[in-house]
Nanobody, 121 residues
Framework: EVQLVESGGGLVQPGGSLRLSCTAS????????MTWVRQTPGKGAEWIAC????????SPADSASGRFTISRDNTRNTAYLEMNSLKSEDAGVYYC??????????????WGQGTSVTVSS
């Protein structure tokens, strides 16, 4: 059974940083792309960034690239999202997702349960 467990969310002040982790099990982690998706009531689901097994990253042009960094450790079956200079609009529930392949341009498969990020002073 595929399992994705996110952690690292919480309350942070504007300008602060958080590092989200996603620990995977139940599949061969190193063979699949991993994507972080944010869900907010106002905007719905937003694709934040994707990383393939070789470490190549992809993110939308209007994403928080430059402030957010996706990475992975295949030896630990874990993907990360480092978030810096956080703004109120970065708040939401962050989900780790498993791709259907090692490509960041295919549909998403399994999702984790999400970790909530609140940015507030």
């Amino acid at each position: 059974e595929v399992q994705l467990v996110e952690s690292g969310g919480g309350l942070v002040q504007p300008g602060g940083s958080l590092r989200l982790s996603c620990t995977a099990s139940g599949f061969s982690f190193s063979n699949y792309a991993m994507t972080w998706v944010r869900q907010t009531p106002g905007k719905g689901a937003e694709w934040i960034a994707c990383i393939n097994s070789g470490g190549r990253t992809t993110s939308p042009a209007d994403s928080a690239s430059g402030r957010f960094t996706i990475s992975r450790d295949n030896t630990r079956n874990t993907a990360y999202l480092e978030m810096n200079s956080l703004k109120s609009e970065d708040a939401g529930v962050y989900y780790c997702t498993k791709g259907l392949s090692n490509s960041c341009y295919e549909a998403l498969g399994a999702w984790g349960q999400g970790t909530s990020v609140t940015v507030s002073s």
